[in-house]
């Protein structure tokens, strides 16, 4: 991953020479977006998570399926900051087509897979990705039984009944059979560059 960093570190902050001296550094921007991203991320997994519980228990695992989509749920129209965040999950094994990694996404996941089986570092990245972006990342671990309801193994923790809801819904699906612990995806947020600098002058 620092292979990656290092030159877009240097766009950014040739950049910022230019414009004179209050400009916010890349560190005081990477700061903001991991406290944000941070802030953010939490947010939505436990909006997602109360939604989902709360759907299970009303009407069942099977029906909750159709409740399970982050884009159904208007949790971060509370942006303050950075109200033009991009907010979405991705995933090395998806269930939506529309979590589909990116290149920066895919080459994160890979790290933290591979942080996951040799018990390292989960802990939450930032990465400059372009010269009008930077992206926060956090993983997602499969963390609680209830996930296994409908990522689990197929016919047994995932019923054949659910197992039907979820193909017809993605034909494509390829989130099954995970098991306890595995690294599901990462909470992915697109900061724009120059809503962190503008908040940072101005508190500044
Ligand atoms: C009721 C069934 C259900 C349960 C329980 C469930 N999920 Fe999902 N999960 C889904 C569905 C359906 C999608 C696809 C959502 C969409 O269309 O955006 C999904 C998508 C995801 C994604 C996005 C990546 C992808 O594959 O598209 C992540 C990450 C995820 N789930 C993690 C979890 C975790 C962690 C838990 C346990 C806390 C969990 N899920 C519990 C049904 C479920």
Redo the contacts with the bound molecule.
């Keep these: 991953m620092r292979r990656l960093i290092i030159p877009l570190i240097l766009i950014v902050t040739g950049c910022t020479n230019h414009k004179g001296t209050s400009t916010p550094s890349i560190n005081e921007l990477t700061e903001l977006a991991m406290n944000e991203g941070g802030e953010i991320s939490i947010l939505a997994q436990k909006t997602l ?1 109360s939604q ?1 519980k709360k ?2 228990s009303d009407n069942g ?2 029906s ?8 159904a749920y208007p949790i971060l129209d509370t942006l303050k900051i950075a109200p033009n965040a991009i907010i979405k ?3 090395l ?4 087509q ?2 589909e990694p990116s290149d920066v996404e895919r080459a994160i996941l890979e790290q933290y897979a591979l942080s996951l089986e040799n018990d390292g570092d989960l802990n939450p990245v930032v990465e400059v990705i372009n010269e009008k972006q930077v992206l926060y990342a956090k993983p ?5 039984p ?2 296994l ?3 689990g193994q197929a016919g047994s923790q995932v019923t054949s009944e ?1 197992l039907k809801s ?1 193909q017809e ?2 034909p494509n699906d ?2 099954l059979n995970h098991k306890m612990g595995d690294l ?3 909470w992915s947020i697109t900061f724009d560059i120059s809503e962190l600098t503008n908040y940072l002058k101005n508190i500044k």
């Design positions: 998570g989902l759907s299970i695992v099977t909750a399926v159709q409740f399970c989509n982050l884009a999950r991705a995933s094994r998806v269930r939506n529309k979590d997602i671990l499969l963390d609680s209830l996930c309801n409908c990522h659910t979820i819904l993605y390829n989130a599901r995806g990462i």
